[in-house]
């Protein structure tokens, strides 16, 4: 799955776009307009030069000296301008000496009354452009002769290199001019998203002072929705009113979790007292056990709460310190054995002899008596649990047992999901994922096969040789 582009992105892509196509076709019109004005002055120059030495055929025959009198540029020393004249014939009556002899092209056509322009190959083997016109020079008496074909001829290479150097400077102005455009555009969506970009952070960095219970520092709140573009206004305050929602709904939340456990622990205790105190009688010793095991049940259901909202209230900071996992976990392993063996548990456990590792000792046995205890109180009797410490490039503990009863809606986190069919809601995941998360840990809970299995990673194995 490709990421989304940035609105940033997508606004400067848009306006480069729109530039270059707005651009390229201003290039292609230029370009077009500039060639016919070029070429169309260069024919009519053209015409207007043939037209004048026809006028000079016409009143009189061809004398090669008197052309090269009134125009030098047919001397023998020139090879840019050329003419020809043609009989009926086809006989050659008059060249120009810048033609050493050479003959031009005939024009493809037969020539009429309008002259005919061509392209052509030089008799010195340039590429030339040429005008044919029929001409009739005076006869006997008066009366017309035979008709003439001249045909006048100059080089356009000349055009042609001044076309190829507009071209040049037409691409390059237009090249720059989109570099302009797009560097112009990435600025303007920059600066125009500017206090957005500010609103956001400072909607951030609010969000991060309320969760961390943090008085407001100067300056955070620099940015407000009244100095944001008038039509994103509206999207800012609806942003904040939503955060101040959000944020007094998560307050109340944590605040009645705080309470609930700290009112309940005070009659839990004192229901325990009572328990303890009652009369054990052969008959009533069954039903006692049944409250001890209720109570205590309950018990755990309210410090999980209460440790729940302390951890997510930022109120526990972990300390970093070195410590034995296999010797923690052994620990926990021992003091849920006789709950074990009351339920026909098996455990299966694969951990090495010793492993240190990096962390906080109070958390990470808060989250592995957690993770054991869900497996052992709420998995369903005379399953086989399985615990290991995989230590290959990273450490793992990997915990698993039989949950067919499990909603997986527990496991993703969601919070108002209804309680699991046994009963419990998953207070003991909820805070070792909280715990987790503290500690910048990851534990991955995957439910496959009606099997829980817990993976807590990223703990730092320690070399203690």
């Known amino acids: 799955m490709t990421t989304p582009w940035s609105l940033q992105r997508r606004l400067a892509v848009a306006l480069a776009l729109g530039g270059g196509l707005t651009l390229g076709s201003l290039f292609l019109v230029l370009d077009f307009l500039v060639d016919h004005e070029l070429y169309s002055r260069f024919d009519d120059a053209l015409v207007a030069r043939g037209r004048a030495l026809a006028g000079l055929v016409e009143a009189r025959p061809v004398a090669r000296p008197a ?15 050329f003419y020809q004249v043609w009989d009926e014939g086809g006989a050659t009556l008059a060249r120009s000496a810048s033609s050493h002899d050479g003959d031009l092209a005939r024009p493809p056509q037969p020539v009429g009354a309008v002259p005919q322009l061509y392209d052509l190959t030089l008799p010195d083997g340039h590429r030339g452009r040429a005008v044919a016109f029929a001409v009739t020079p005076p006869g006997d008496r008066g009366r017309p002769g035979p ?16 076309e190829a150097r507009l071209h040049a400077s037409l691409v390059i102005g237009t090249l720059g001019a989109l570099a302009v455009m797009a560097l112009a555009a990435v600025f303007a969506v920059r600066r125009g998203l500017a206090p957005l970009a500010g609103f956001s952070r400072a909607m951030a960095a609010r969000a991060s002072r309320t969760r961390a219970r943090e008085a407001p520092a100067s300056g955070d709140d620099a940015v407000q929705p009244a100095q944001l573009p008038r039509e994103l206004q509206a999207i800012a305050r609806t942003l904040d009113a ?12 944590q605040r009645f979790a705080r309470d609930a456990a700290h009112e309940l622990r005070t009659p839990l205790a004192e229901l325990r007292m009572l328990a303890e105190g009652l009369p054990r009688t052969p008959g009533s010793a069954a039903d006692v056990a049944a409250i001890m095991r209720t109570i205590d049940g309950m018990t755990r259901a309210v410090e999980a709460l209460l440790a729940l909202a302390r951890c997510e209230a930022g109120l526990e900071a972990p300390a970093i310190e070195p410590l034995e996992l296999v010797a923690l ?3 926990q392993l021992e003091l849920l054995e006789p709950e074990r063996a009351a339920r026909g548990m098996t455990l299966e456990v694969a951990l090495p002899a010793e492993l240190w590792v990096n962390g906080d000792a109070a958390m990470l046995e808060r989250i592995v008596a957690n993770l054991l205890g869900n497996a052992v109180h709420h998995a369903p009797p005379a399953t086989r649990i399985a615990v290991a410490i995989h230590a290959a490039a990273a450490v793992e503990l990997v915990i698993e047992n039989a949950a067919s009863e499990l909603d997986p809606a527990v496991l993703a986190g969601d919070r108002g999901v209804p309680p699991r069919r046994d009963g419990h809601a998953g207070l003991g995941l909820a805070l070792a994922r909280a715990l987790a998360r503290a500690l910048g840990l990851t534990l991955s809970l995957t439910l496959a096969d009606g099997r829980l299995r817990a993976a807590l990673g990223g703990l730092a194995a320690l070399d203690m040789a």
Do not use: K, S
Not at 71 to 76: L, N
Not at 242 to 250: Q, R, V, Y
């Open 67 to 81: 052309v090269e009198e009134r125009w030098p540029e047919y001397a023998a020393n020139r090879h840019q301008e």
């Open 147 to 162: 008709r003439r074909l001249l045909v006048v001829a100059t080089e356009r290479e000349a055009i042609e290199a001044l």
């Open 242 to 253: 939503a955060l101040d929602d959000t944020l007094a709904a998560l307050a109340r939340e």
């Open 329 to 331: 976990v052994r620990r």
